[in-house]
Structures are given as C-alpha cells and as structure tokens.
C-alpha cells in the first residue's frame, strides 16, 4: 500500500474515532487520548494527521458539509416545487432518525467559536460557501420559476441556514413539537415561496 493511501485510511480512522468520542464526551470533554485509544494508535499518530483537537472537529465538519453539498444538489436538480417538498421531507425523517449527536456537537463548537477568534474565522469560512450554494440554488429556482423576490438570494440563503438551525434547536427541547413535515414545509416555503397568482 503507497504511504499516501496509508494516510487517507490513518486519517479516516482517526475521524471515525473522533465523530464517536466527541458524540460520548462532547468537544470540550473529549482529549487527544480518548480518540487516539479509540482509533487504536499513539497520541503521536493523531498529531502526525491533525494539528490539534480543533483541526480534528474541522476535519469533520468538511466531511459533514460534504454530505450536505452533494445532498443540496440531490434535491435541488431539476425538481419541481413537489419533488423539493418531498425530498426535505425525506432529508428531514433521516437526520431526525440518526439522532443528534452531530448536531450537538456542531452547537457546542459554535459556542466555543463565539468565544475563540480563530474557530470562529474556521467556522466562518466553511459556512460561507454553503450560503454561496444555497443563493445560488435559490436564484436559479426563481429564475426557473418566473418570480422575483423583494430579497436578494444571498439573503435568502442567510434565512434558510437559520431557519433549520433555528428548528434543530427546538426540536433538541421538544422533539415532539419539530416534525419532520414541519421542517420541510418550512424551508420549502422560503426556498420556494407560492407563485402569486395575478388572474
């Protein structure tokens, strides 16, 4: 195996290793220890890959936001109104399933980021492109769709990052009163407003 295979599946054990303690412990708990014995390697091992327990996070923040990218074009590629209602609706039934250990985690980094100017530049500089993506998307659906909206799509985009961060946090206080439904039909209606009808 060439050395810089050997580091690609060193890393992706480390991150493994990391996405698990940090969702037992939380980030603040969580040592450069507990994930290296996690990963069954040295400290030394953790530190040959990742500068620190923040690029650690990082690291899997880009893998998350990833998923997220590939996952706003699933949805968005040519659907109708419809098909993007029922495809957030299918996004939001996963991610409620799998928990919210991520989600956790990500609220706790935030805090740690309001208070640390550099996580806070980090964090900042991984979301920017996602606003970009999602005004992107929003502009070519109104384009598609024959409306102009009285915001511009990079403040669209600002409003639908908030709004589903908004819901994940009442969802953690009461699951009950954030349904799946709920958050699909409320990004929807910012993503795809009702086409006023002028007849």
Do not use: C
């Not at 706003?72 to 250990?101: C, F, I, P």
């Not at 530049?121 to 009285?150: C, F, K, N, T, W």
């Amino acid at each position: 195996m060439r050395q810089a295979e050997r580091r690609a599946r060193t890393s992706q054990r480390l991150l493994d290793a990391a996405a698990d303690v940090f969702a037992r412990l939380g980030f603040h708990a969580a040592t450069i220890d507990d994930i290296a014995d996690a990963a069954g390697f040295t400290k030394g091992a953790v530190y040959g890959n990742f500068a620190s327990k923040d690029a650690l996070f990082l690291a899997l923040l880009d893998r998350h936001l990833d998923y997220q990218y590939a996952q706003v074009d699933l949805l968005v590629a040519g659907a109708s109104d419809t098909d993007l209602r029922a495809g957030l609706h299918d996004a939001s039934t996963e991610q409620m399933a799998a928990g919210d250990s991520f989600g956790l985690l990500m609220l706790e980094f935030w805090l740690y980021a309001a208070r640390d100017a550099r996580a806070r530049a980090a964090l900042v500089a991984r979301y920017e492109p996602m606003r970009q993506r999602l005004a992107a998307v929003v502009a070519e659906r109104d384009v598609a769709r024959g409306i102009a909206r009285s915001r511009a799509s990079d403040e669209v985009a600002v409003l639908v990052l908030a709004l589903d961060a908004g819901l994940f946090l009442q969802h953690l206080l009461d699951p009950e009163a954030i349904s799946a439904g709920l958050r699909s039909r409320a990004l929807s209606a910012v993503i795809d407003p009702p086409i006023p009808n002028h007849d």
